[in-house]
């Protein structure tokens, strides 16, 4: 409350240096024209008219409520982010993957749901037994291992004496009777437990305790895999994609990606046309190579030793053209 005064005096300079230099609002790329300033505006107004408002209650008796105002402070930390553009940047990469991530939650719902009536077919009411110590004058009043329960179910309570210890339907359930699969809600909630794989692997063992553990792996084994290493992962492919499209929308970044592909097609045409001077400069070797080699073979005054020779000579000149040639259609590494 003593800073108040002082952090509202700062803001308050900084909307009128910002209006002095943008202008208010009228023309385009004024000081209201940007969201980021209305926010500071609005944090700026708000406490100016708290902090007149609470000076007036302390002269007057009137009782006058200023927690609304005062809860719009709530905003200031907000204008880190204005003079911030790499903060900037991250919200709106967020905001622009809204609807994007909508899209993978109702993917991941229509898992759940499915999940979650699998396990409602599987496990409903299963949750609720317990081993219980059998008092004849009680009636089983006295539940076994009383701080922490477990699930029972095929399995003996006692391996001993099955007459003393007893599983019996007397129980909320594991973590206050939340975790079950007794209807679509429980068994929605604890399948998302499961695809956050935190406790998953206490509510197989209660499964196992309950239903035997031969089967009930086809049901984890499954709800992991696609839950927890596909559908959760959507999640980070979607953020990764749209992090970048905020950048590339601002002007610089519009400007950056027409000058980049400014130069791609530059650097393109030039290695075009240095192959093609290449390819030309070859053909015309291996013509003259060839045209060479006609005339020298039908010249009658040669013996067959120089034409064996110059056979031999062309021969190899051909194959080193060809080698070149092929050397310089591979791409670069």
């Given at each position: 409350?003593?800073?108040?005064?002082?952090?509202?005096?700062?803001?308050?300079?900084?909307?009128?240096?910002?209006?002095?230099?943008?202008?208010?609002?009228?023309?385009?790329?004024?000081?209201?024209?940007?969201?980021w300033n209305i926010m500071d505006f609005i944090v700026v107004v708000t406490g100016?008219?708290?902090?007149?408002?609470?000076?007036?209650?302390?002269?007057?008796?009137?009782?006058?409520?200023?927690?609304?105002?005062?809860?719009?402070?709530?905003?200031?930390?907000?204008?880190?982010?204005?003079?911030?553009?790499?903060?900037?940047?991250?919200?709106?990469?967020?905001?622009?993957?809204?609807?994007?991530?909508?899209?993978?939650?109702?993917?991941?719902?229509?898992?759940?749901?499915?999940?979650?009536?699998?396990?409602?077919?599987?496990?409903?009411?299963?949750?609720?037994?317990?081993?219980?110590?059998?008092?004849?004058?009680?009636?089983?009043?006295?539940?076994?291992?009383?701080?922490?329960?477990?699930?029972?179910?095929?399995?003996?309570?006692?391996?001993?004496?099955?007459?003393?210890?007893?599983?019996?339907?007397?129980?909320?359930?594991?973590?206050?009777?939340?975790?079950?699969?007794?209807?679509?809600?429980?068994?929605?909630?604890?399948?998302?437990?499961?695809?956050?794989?935190?406790?998953?692997?206490?509510?197989?063992?209660?499964?196992?305790?309950?239903?035997?553990?031969?089967?009930?792996?086809?049901?984890?084994?499954?709800?992991?895999?696609?839950?927890?290493?596909?559908?959760?992962?959507?999640?980070?492919?979607?953020?990764?994609?749209?992090?970048?499209?905020?950048?590339?929308?601002?002007?610089?970044?519009?400007?950056?990606?027409?000058?980049?592909?400014?130069?791609?097609?530059?650097?393109?045409?030039?290695?075009?046309?240095?192959?093609?001077?290449?390819?030309?400069?070859?053909?015309?070797?291996?013509?003259?190579?060839?045209?060479a080699e006609e005339v020298m073979l039908n010249d009658n005054s040669m013996t067959?030793?120089?034409?064996?020779?110059?056979?031999?000579?062309?021969?190899?000149?051909?194959?080193?053209?060809?080698?070149?040639?092929?050397?310089?259609?591979?791409?670069?590494?």
């Open positions: 409350e003593k800073t108040e005064i002082y952090f509202l005096a700062i803001f308050c300079l900084e909307a009128t240096i910002k209006i002095c230099a943008l202008g208010f609002i009228l023309h385009e790329g004024s000081y209201l024209r940007n969201g100016t008219i708290s902090v007149i408002a609470a000076q007036g209650a302390d002269q007057s008796t009137s009782n006058f409520d200023l927690r609304t105002l005062r809860a719009v402070r709530v905003l200031r930390p907000l204008k880190l982010v204005s003079g911030i553009p790499s903060l900037q940047v991250v919200l709106k990469s967020i905001i622009r993957a809204m609807a994007p991530l909508l899209q993978i939650a109702l993917l991941i719902l229509f898992v759940i749901i499915i999940f979650a009536i699998t396990g409602m077919e599987f496990f409903q009411g299963s949750f609720h037994h317990t081993c219980y110590v059998v008092d004849p004058a009680t009636n089983y009043s006295i539940r076994l291992a009383e701080d922490v329960p477990q699930v029972c179910g095929d399995r003996k309570c006692a391996p001993i004496d099955n007459e003393v210890v007893q599983c019996k339907e007397e129980w909320q359930g594991p973590n206050f009777g939340i975790t079950n699969f007794d209807n679509m809600l429980f068994a929605m909630l604890t399948v998302f437990q499961c695809i956050t794989m935190e406790g998953w692997t206490d509510i197989m063992y209660y499964c196992n305790d309950a239903e035997g553990a031969l089967f009930v792996w086809i049901y984890f084994i499954p709800l992991i895999i696609m839950g927890s290493f596909f559908m959760l992962n959507l999640v980070l492919g979607v953020l990764s994609g749209i992090e970048l499209y905020p950048v590339l929308l601002t002007p610089y970044g519009i400007r950056f990606a027409k000058e980049r592909e400014r130069v791609e097609n530059r650097r393109n045409f030039l290695k075009l046309r240095r192959q093609q001077q290449l390819d030309k400069e070859l053909n015309g070797y291996l013509e003259w190579i060839c045209k067959l030793e120089e034409r064996a020779t110059i056979e031999v000579f062309a021969f190899f000149l051909l194959v080193t053209i060809l080698w070149f040639k092929y050397k310089q259609r591979q791409p670069s590494s």
